[in-house]
């Protein structure tokens, strides 16, 4: 007979479902940062005696539950078990229900420490150590062993009963992942071999770069795999991060396909959606006293969540939304709930990579076993960089001094003074300093304090822009407190003054612990090659699986040609313009249908565009709009028909470049006008000398490699099915050149392509 399988929980997420009552309040915000709440921690206990204990690990059981955690500390002279809480602010304005939650904690912790010493009384006390002015208020009650029992049996009982719907329903989603089967009759080409090189990934414990053409069906052919691993090697999460919607849209299509297939499988599928889309009152702000729907959120969080994960649902944006605002709460913060209890958890990178990752987080918090799904990867290098990177502009300090509080003149006056010292130390209006300069980040730490001192104790009054120069001080600050050889730190003069930038060129190290907490990260894309630079720049771990599958396509679907008797060089465009588009035309008179044409620039494209209408007026032809809104882009794409023919004018690396799908006759062909090297620039030429010295290879992982991915990219919106076909000129003589030609795909036939031999409209000027 097998024995009741025990349910596993943490201190604080027992303490946060049972005891976390009344408003949702961000009032006593913004809390320490991570590393702030650490050296508080470590300045409290370093303050106790050398026989003071710190962090124990402590457990217990009440009935199928197996709660476990780490107090803070405990002191055996005094019998007294303490649990930190750093903060900020006024003491006074700390929100009961927080106070009640710290308590709840406590006494949880002193009942597991009772139980494990054999204790019959015990101090429990709450620290709170205030980040400012480094003092420590200590609350405390003396608790006998038998009155903390009872407690931690209260919130067991009041958990217990969602425990054991937890077990059931995981024991039933594990059986059925494990039945699950394939939903269509075959794998499509190519997709077999994704899903087992993810299967053996997770199997090995390791991470996997896969390269897999557009078109196997990647969304299924990556998470049928790693659904199945959930049953197998027993995870308790996947997550799936795409880097914009429509990616998060194919993986819930995905999950919706696999659940219709396996009906009687409860899987429970998350979306996450940013904050600023999901607010339902921009207006007002997250507390009780200004929001409906932040009042009383936690005492009618119990229904929506039992709401939700009762609906069987695909728990995407709208979804949520309708499930909280039926319930009256907040649909983001529903949202941040339900993330602990989905299986699939679909959402931005952000999510699991940023400083602050929210399920990054939790994964660490709640001790969970993940799996991690990154689709089109090749945008993790320029998105992570994004995340480590911060600035300031001078023009918004100028601002806030003409307005400021006059508790928070003197420090930002400070500022000031640091900032034009460090303009002294430039003569051109680019300068990468080799190191950071103390006086002005001592200063950015002091305005930060100052205006958290400020925020905490006037919330009723904050400014929108002290607060968003507050949170990028507080950013850049915290980036100041790991900086390395991965990141820059430099200094622009700009017209309105200057910008001074925390700039992250390699983001591996953030990265790393990341890959280190989950089982297997696997990133797919279909442009991954070369392999190492993504492994050097991302921290892909040793033992990194590499996997390039199989394309689906035949060569004869798609006319690869070269045009390399045309340069697009910058000084050579001009020139360029009028065989660019003779090439054009002679294709589209040869085969009429929908074509794209990127190219390198606004300008560029713009130039070309006008110089065609002029010499081919009866080809349809449309143009990507500077300033592109949702409706512009639909327009844009809309023209696309499968009876329609023209050429629309696009920027490589913008909007249509990826991430479109036209398949058929909506898009037969595509020019391709440049070979989408970033600007040579002073800050590329910074990364340049920076990757050649760490990787040695400065101009291809700079210039050639991201440029070759967008033009690649860029290819993959011509064939999209097994049965389509196609055209792609390659513009550029050194599109000849071998070292590039090796960055292009295996499965094309790539040939030169003859000189124009159309003639111009005689109506109009050369």
Not at 148 to 171: G, K, M, N, P, V
Not at 250 to 265: E, G, Y
Not at 321 to 334: D, F
Not at 718 to 743: M, N, S
Request: hydrophobic share 40%; aromatic share 10%.
């Amino acid at each position: 007979m097998t024995e009741p399988q025990a349910y596993t929980v943490a201190v604080r997420a027992l303490c946060e479902f049972t005891a976390k009552v009344g408003d949702l309040d961000l009032r006593f915000t913004p809390s320490p940062t991570a590393q702030e709440g650490m050296a508080g921690h470590a300045t409290v206990t370093g303050r106790r005696d050398d026989d003071y204990q710190r962090e124990i690990t402590l457990c217990g059981d009440f009935g199928p539950l197996h709660v476990r955690g780490r107090a803070d500390g405990y002191d055996p002279k005094r019998r007294q078990l303490e649990e930190i809480k750093t903060y900020r602010g006024e003491f006074e304005a700390m929100p009961a229900n927080h106070r009640q939650l710290h308590w709840a904690q406590a006494r949880v912790y002193g009942h597991l420490l009772c139980q494990q010493l054999q204790l019959p009384m015990l101090r429990v006390a709450l620290v709170y150590f205030d980040i400012a002015s480094q003092k420590e208020t200590i609350l405390h009650e003396e608790c006998t062993a038998e009155a903390l029992r009872t407690h931690f049996e209260q919130l067991c009982t009041l958990f217990i009963d969602w425990a054991e719907q937890e077990l059931a329903h995981r024991a039933s989603r594990d059986a059925q992942l494990a039945a699950m089967k394939f939903p269509y009759a075959d794998f499509r080409a190519g997709q077999r071999q994704l899903a087992e090189a993810m299967y053996k990934a997770s199997n090995r414990s390791c991470c996997l770069l896969a390269q897999a053409p557009t078109g196997i069906g990647k969304s299924v052919g990556s998470l049928f795999p790693m659904l199945k691993a959930m049953a197998a090697h027993e995870l308790d999460k996947l997550f799936f991060l795409a880097a914009k919607v429509p990616g998060r849209q194919m993986a819930l299509d995905a999950c919706a396909i696999l659940k219709t297939s396996s009906p009687l499988l409860p899987l429970r599928v998350l979306e996450l959606s940013a904050k600023s889309s999901a607010c339902e009152h921009p207006d007002k702000a997250c507390h009780g006293e200004s929001c409906p729907l932040a009042r009383g959120f936690y005492d009618r969080l119990p229904q929506a969540r039992s709401a939700a994960l009762a609906s069987g649902l695909l728990l995407d944006k709208e979804a949520v939304r309708a499930i909280a605002l039926q319930q009256g709460v907040c649909p983001y913060y529903l949202g941040m709930e339900l993330a602990r209890w989905s299986d699939v958890v679909i959402g931005d990178y952000n999510y699991y990579f940023d400083l602050s990752a929210m399920l990054y987080g939790m994964t660490l918090a709640y001790d969970w076993k993940v799996n991690v799904l990154v689709d089109e990867a090749h945008n993790m290098v320029a998105r992570t960089r994004g995340m480590y990177t911060a600035e300031l502009e001078q023009g918004q300090l100028k601002l806030l001094r003409k307005y400021a509080p006059e508790p928070l003149k003197k420090p930002l006056d400070r500022v000031s003074r640091q900032w034009t010292a460090l303009l002294k130390e430039q003569d051109g209006d680019y300068l990468v300093h080799a190191a950071l300069p103390e006086k002005f980040f001592s200063a950015l730490q002091g305005v930060a304090t100052a205006i958290g001192d400020y925020m905490a104790e006037h919330p009723a009054s904050l400014d929108e822009d002290l607060q968003r120069f507050y949170f990028d001080v507080l950013l850049i600050n915290r980036l100041a407190e790991s900086f390395g050889g991965h990141s820059l730190f430099d200094v622009s003069k700009t017209a309105g003054g200057s910008t001074v930038c925390i700039r992250n060129i390699v983001p591996a190290p953030f990265l790393k612990p990341r890959f280190e907490a989950s089982r297997s990260t696997a990133l797919f894309s279909a442009t991954l090659s070369p392999w190492n630079y993504y492994s050097d720049t991302l921290g892909m771990p040793e033992g990194t699986a590499w996997v390039d599958v199989d394309s689906p396509f035949q060569a004869e679907q798609l006319a690869v040609r070269v045009a390399d008797g045309i340069s697009t060089r910058y000084q050579h465009r001009g020139a360029s313009l009028l065989p660019i588009a003779q090439l054009m035309a002679q294709q589209y008179q040869q085969t009429p249908g929908n074509y794209l044409a990127f190219f390198s620039s606004f300008d560029y494209m713009e130039k070309t565009a006008t110089l065609f209408a002029q010499h081919f007026p009866d080809v349809p032809i449309w143009q990507q709009p500077r300033r592109m809104d949702d409706a512009a882009r639909r327009d844009f794409l809309g023209r696309f028909g499968l009876e329609t023919r023209g050429i629309g004018f696009a920027v490589l690396g913008g909007a249509f470049g990826e991430g479109i799908d036209l398949p058929g006759a909506r898009l037969i062909g595509a020019f391709i006008a440049t070979l989408g090297l970033p600007q040579i620039n002073p800050v590329n030429e910074q990364i340049r000398m920076r990757m050649g010295a760490l990787f040695g290879a400065g101009y291809d992982y700079t210039y050639l490699y991201p440029g070759m991915q967008k033009v690649v990219q860029a290819a993959g919106r011509v064939i999209r099915t097994q049965t389509d076909k196609g055209v792609v000129y390659l513009i550029d003589d050194r599109f000849a050149r071998p070292e590039v030609r090796q960055l292009l795909p295996a499965w094309w036939d790539v040939q030169t392509a003859s000189r124009p031999a159309i003639a111009v409209s005689d109506s109009q000027p050369c």
